[in-house]
């Protein structure tokens, strides 16, 4: 990360295994891939401005972060990341709102909550220092009860790497404060969390659907029925119980679709001959037929480890290797990676394309 201007920017602006490999379609970098939830469901807030506020470029380290209000007994609070000065990065993030991801160079920060409206140098309701590690994602949310001075900042990790073929992915969070463990289910029997905890985190991947779910205490009394819930193929949906169970904040179910972080890459073909691709682990067939010169259309690769590898057409692996290249692919990243005819060094270093940006990244 290039830290000297990150911090000039910080002054100035102040807020392994891949399953599938998309070699048709590539994502449109001017459609967001963010979803809206069920009717039925609190809505997510996306007004709190651009995705990537510090104008960030494709080779800096970043991470993705919403943030949440759960609190039933709060008022609307404004969020600060402290090493970014005294602009607000939320304002006015009322009970049940969930922002849209935001990209933030990746490092360590502490993050405070005040009073919607308040002076940047008012007492705080809370604050939470954590390191948020490139590449991965976050929900900041602020659960408890000021009733009790429970209130904190609760991060929780969003995983969407790994997402398997033609499955969806859901987690579900319990926010419910003081109320006995909950158990999740849909209409069908399915299992959406049993028992769990305030706090506890409840993860499955499943076939995609609409999910009527209902919320039910260990106690025997049911505190949610038929709460609509679409799973999508390659998303993680993250579904978050809040509210309270005297009645003062009805219990409700907040849903945001996330789709899996994935890099596109783009192959050149600097050899003497047509050369296939295919991708490890798993030799997944990337290109059937690159030929010498060509430049292939963008494919989108989910993020993480992937070495390349080039062949003769048609003979896989199974055939002689041409070339390859070993490396990380990035979310929301553009990489051009080209192969040669030097054996002593087959493929070229990647070379970052777009800078991010809020019309060709979205969390």
Request: charged share 15%.
């Amino acid at each position: 990360m290039r830290k000297v201007t990150l911090l000039a920017l910080f002054g100035i602006l102040c807020l392994v295994a891949i399953p599938v490999f998309a070699q048709t379609e590539t994502p449109d970098p001017n459609q967001p891939t963010t979803e809206s939830t069920a009717e039925s469901t609190a809505q997510t807030d996306t007004s709190t401005g651009t995705m990537n506020p510090l104008n960030l470029v494709g080779t800096d380290d970043v991470a993705f972060v919403r943030f949440a209000n759960t609190v039933v007994d709060v008022p609307s609070v404004d969020l600060y990341i402290q090493e970014l000065g005294d602009k607000g990065v939320v304002k006015d993030l009322a009970f049940g709102q969930i922002t849209d991801a935001s990209l933030l160079p990746a490092g360590k920060y502490n993050v405070v909550a005040r009073v919607a409206g308040s002076d940047p140098s008012s007492e705080a309701i809370t604050s939470m220092s954590w390191e948020f590690q490139p590449d991965t994602s976050w929900l900041i949310t602020l659960v408890g009860l000021t009733s009790n001075a429970s209130v904190q900042l609760e991060p929780i990790n969003l995983v969407q790497t790994d997402i398997a073929n033609n499955m969806a992915r859901v987690r579900v969070v319990n926010l419910v404060s003081e109320a006995p463990s909950l158990t999740v289910s849909s209409s069908t029997g399915d299992d959406f969390g049993s028992s769990l905890a305030w706090s506890d985190v409840f993860d499955a991947d499943m076939k995609s659907g609409t999910y009527n779910l209902s919320v039910a205490a260990d106690t025997g009394d049911t505190l949610l029925e038929n709460s609509p819930v679409e799973l999508k193929n390659g998303e993680l949906s993250t579904v978050v119980l809040i509210g309270s169970v005297d009645g003062n904040q009805p219990l409700q179910l907040v849903t945001f679709n996330s789709a899996e972080n994935v890099s596109r890459v783009q192959f050149v073909n600097n050899s003497q001959a047509a050369i296939e691709i295919f991708a490890r682990p798993g030799d997944v067939s990337i290109l059937q037929s690159l030929a010498a010169g060509e430049t292939s259309d963008w494919v989108a690769i989910p993020s993480g480890s992937v070495t390349f590898v080039s062949y003769a057409p048609g003979t896989g692996p199974s055939g002689q290797e041409l070339g390859a290249w070993i490396g990380e692919v990035h979310p929301l990243r553009d990489v051009v990676v080209t192969f040669t005819d030097d054996k002593t060094a087959a493929a070229s270093d990647p070379v970052f394309s777009p800078s991010l940006s809020g019309t060709n990244a979205a969390g």
